[in-house]
């Protein structure tokens, strides 16, 4: 009897030691989460001050040679412009995903169906040549901070959504599997799908695993979605084969 107190003691002390430890190691994580995502921020926005004057410059030297430059000149022009465009928008996208980084959560029961119709209603404007057909089950209950689960889902649609350009029959379906006690989320495209080679792409800012000038974004909206899901101390995973769809899933613990 006393072995197995002394044994049961033993492994109790084991036991606080490991949850101290795992406790520090998040709170460290945390920590240096923050520190990161203010750290973009601050770049983020100490570089828009530089890109204003370099924009103003450049429109300044056109109007200024829009008569005495040749076609060479004009072309280089346009293409620091665009350059410039290009910084601003990336710009945007940095400070957007500092803010999803740091944004307070408000964790409630929701319904993911209703977000993806909200999220429907916003994309199918941006393209009105291009209506796939959509099936979203409903209800599709989850516990979460609704704003951010919304703008997660908007981005999973929206890049179903243009996968699905030069479908003639595009669809796209939202809904769950229920696995032992966990919910799986996804939604499925039969759009172009990708290598999946190239998964490791999928969700590192600025990459891309579309070479189709059609299909290329800023490649920060994956790397956004999977950020919301990890702040919900979930995860996300793609299966996809070219030319045959792409599905994203994703789950949250209850």
Known sequence: ???NTSHDANDKT?????RRSLNQCEAQLAQAQQE????????SHDLRAPLRALTGF????????????????KHFLQRLEQSSQRLSTMIDALMSLSRVSQADMMPMDCDLGSLCLEAVAEIAPRYPHHQPNINIS??????GDARLLKQAVTKLLENAWKCTLNRPDPRIEVGSIQEAENRIYYVRDNGVGFDMSLANK?????????SDVQLRGQGLGLAMTQRIIARHG?????????????????????
């Open 138 to 143: 409903s209800p599709l209950p989850i516990h």
């Open 1 to 3: 009897m006393n072995y």
């Open 14 to 18: 084991i036991v606080d030691a490991l």
């Open 234 to 254: 979930g995860r996300i995973w793609a299966q996809s084969e070219p030319h045959h769809g792409t599905q994203f899933f994703f789950a949250i613990p209850s």
């Open 202 to 210: 999928l969700f590192i800012p600025f990459q891309q695993v579309h």
């Open 36 to 43: 990161i995502a203010g750290l973009l921020y601050a770049i």
């Open 58 to 73: 450049n429109q300044a030297l056109q109007e200024h040679l829009a008569s005495a430059t040749d076609d060479v000149g």
